[in-house]
């Protein structure tokens, strides 16, 4: 038997590393889905699909297909950690995500320059211009990386923890001719070789390299020099090489373990971001489409009021009270208000079928979504007051919760653990290289051999193994091997590289960090903005309402002309269209909040889990 204080110590060594020799599946994945869920056709009554925010938000969980792909990068994440546990270097992870289209926007997107013509502004209409030349119908993609898109240096390699089975059958026939027969007692020499070898292989985290080897050879040959012939020698061995310097220690070695658990970590705060760009992103088309839908509707109302000045026109014209060059300026004011109706109706349907295409896997491919009408059931309203805290406790819950800043310092994290493997690198190479060996040999009596051979070798296999087993002859040995490079200068770049590429995603993490607290003061100041906007707007409408209504009054009695009416009914579109875009604004200003400081999940009632589940 082996030195029973080696076998223990071998023990050891493999219990210590247990952890890392058991394998774990990566979570399984579903089919790809390419139908619409059952809520999308649910929501249809007549031909219209019926949303509220909440119903938008809930298809957007179950058929966004940016959501679905980045479900699978949580299995990808098991995978590396699988990986890395086997003793392979991590592959790395897609930091891409993709964003919602912007969408045709709000009201003011419709709304008309103006030119101030006797200190009044007049509006014209405005010409359509096709959605994909304006590139509001693309996704606009965010790589979340700070790290550079050159990867950090391998550094030492590591040793590969899956135990390996290794093994060798292997027969020959050879005949090889002699120059003289002292040697064999023949002028050819003929053998029949059986090569029966197996061992097991297996790395540990100290970096040591363990092979135990069982090796047979079983020859039958002519020669007459021999005593034994057929002759099986075996030997079983333990070989075991621990590296002393470069590649030691098992922190150093188990660094691409710690890193793929930072990556696993890193896959839920990506998902978890993906969730925050794609709902606030519908929460900004879903407000725009009702916006839009508002607008159209003040659109509608002034060709009304401009159908009804023109109907009035042609009375008082045909009367004999207004001069016809009036007829012309109001039926001119009817095509034009005509015209901005259509533009309204346009951009509302633009937004319709871009909201479609990211609440349904299928987009306009379903017959039934395709030529639904969305309708939404919520309106854009304004809370009496601004419940806002201040903005350094804002700025605070940005930067202890926003997943694209907690991911970005894991990647710095990575790095950091990456360079002991580029440090480890740059030192001399120093193993301990322990080898440890039986060995046996039995055979049949050589009747061509002229004296009789020594007795303790005759017999079959069973022989072999006992003087093995015994340790009747066995092999020790212990020694160093060192490779000292004169000037390492490859890896010494690897590692001052990798050390600069460190510092820069420093500087990268601070610039996100800075780029958050851009954002919440930039939300906060919108929401401010938007407020005063929609409160002088309100204002305005009331006001153009009003003196709307006295010019119209004058034309009546003929102390007034078209003119000034259509000029009044113009700034009364645009004050009421100005108004739905402020609540719009303040809308999405406040969701703008809300996904600067990372509470926008919360604030509507959206869990990983329930993502997760698409539900």
Not at 26 to 49: C, F, K
Not at 128 to 155: D, K
Not at 230 to 235: D, E, L, R
Request: net charge neutral; with cysteine.
């Amino acid at each position: 038997m082996f030195h029973k204080p080696a076998c223990a110590a071998l023990a050891l060594f493999l219990a210590a590393d247990l952890g890392l020799a058991q394998t774990g599946i990566p979570r399984m994945t579903s089919p790809v889905r390419s139908e619409n869920s059952p809520r999308v056709h649910e929501l249809i009554r007549a031909g219209n699909l019926y949303l509220s925010l909440q119903d938008a938000l809930s298809l957007t969980l179950e058929n966004n297909l940016d959501i679905e792909l980045q479900r699978y990068l949580l299995p990808i994440g098991d995978s590396e950690l699988l990986r890395a546990k086997g003793g392979g270097t991590v592959r790395g992870l897609n930091f891409t995500l993709a964003e919602t289209p912007a969408g045709t926007g709000g009201p003011l997107s419709a709304v008309p320059t103006n030119s101030a013509v006797a200190g009044r502004a007049t509006a014209g209409s405005s010409v359509a211009t096709n959605a994909l030349a304006l590139n509001v119908l693309g996704e606009p993609q965010t790589n979340y990386s700070i790290q550079g898109t050159i990867p950090q240096s391998i550094g030492t390699a590591i040793p590969i923890y899956d135990p390996a089975i290794v093994g060798q059958l292997n027969w020959t026939h050879q005949t090889t001719p002699q120059t003289n027969t002292v040697t064999t007692g023949s002028n050819t020499l003929v053998s029949n070789t059986t090569l029966f070898n197996a061992g097991v292989q297996q790395g540990f985290s100290s970096g040591a390299v363990a092979s135990l080897n069982f090796n047979n050879n079983r020859q039958n040959i002519n020669s007459l020099r021999s005593g034994y012939s057929p002759y099986t020698g075996s030997a079983l061995g333990v070989t075991v090489t621990q590296p002393l310097l470069r590649g030691f220690g098992t922190s150093l070695n188990r660094r691409f373990i710690r890193i793929a658990l930072n990556e696993q970590k890193m896959t839920s705060l990506l998902f978890r971001q993906q969730l925050i760009l794609t709902v606030y992103g519908v929460i900004r088309l879903y407000t725009d489409l009702v916006a839009l839908t508002e607008d159209e509707k003040v659109k509608q109302e002034t060709v009304n009021l401009a159908e009804k000045l023109l109907s009035d026109v042609r009375a008082q014209v045909e009367e004999g009270t207004l001069a016809r060059v009036e007829m012309t300026r109001a039926n001119a004011q009817v095509f034009s208000t005509r015209q901005d109706l259509i533009n309204a109706r346009g951009l509302r349907e633009e937004q319709e079928a871009i909201l479609k295409n990211v609440i349904t896997r299928r987009g306009n491919d379903d017959p039934e979504v395709a030529s639904a009408h969305i309708i939404p059931t919520d309106a854009l309203t304004l809370p009496s007051t601004d419940e806002v805290r201040p903005m350094q406790d804002l700025i605070a819950d940005a930067m202890a919760q926003r997943p694209d800043i907690s991911q970005a310092r894991l990647q710095i994290d990575n790095s950091t653990i990456g360079l002991a493997g580029a440090r480890s690198a740059t030192k001399p190479q120093l193993d301990l290289v322990g080898v440890m060996q039986n060995n046996g040999l039995a055979g049949q009596t050589n009747p061509l051999f002229g004296s009789t051979p020594d007795p303790g070798f005759i017999g079959g296999y069973g022989g072999v193994l006992d003087q093995i087993f015994t340790r009747k002859y066995p092999t020790y040995g212990v020694g160093v091997q060192m490779t000292l490079p004169i000037h390492n200068r490859i890896a010494e770049a690897d590692l001052a590289r990798d050390e600069i590429q460190v510092k820069q995603s420093q500087v990268r993490l601070r610039q996100l960090e800075n780029q958050a607290r851009l954002e919440v003061e930039d939300a906060l100041i919108a929401m401010r903005r938007a407020r005063s906007s929609y409160d002088a707007a309100v204002q305005a409408s009331a006001l153009q309402q009003e003196s709307l209504e006295a010019e119209q009054a004058k034309f009546e009695v003929g102390a007034s002309t078209s003119f000034f009416v259509i000029q009044y009914e113009s700034l009364l579109a645009q004050a009421r269209s100005t108004e739905v875009a402020a609540r719009s604004s303040y809308a999405k200003a406040k969701a703008a909040l809300q996904r600067a400081t990372a509470t926008i999940l919360d604030a509507n009632s959206i869990t990983l889990e329930s993502a997760l589940k698409a539900k």
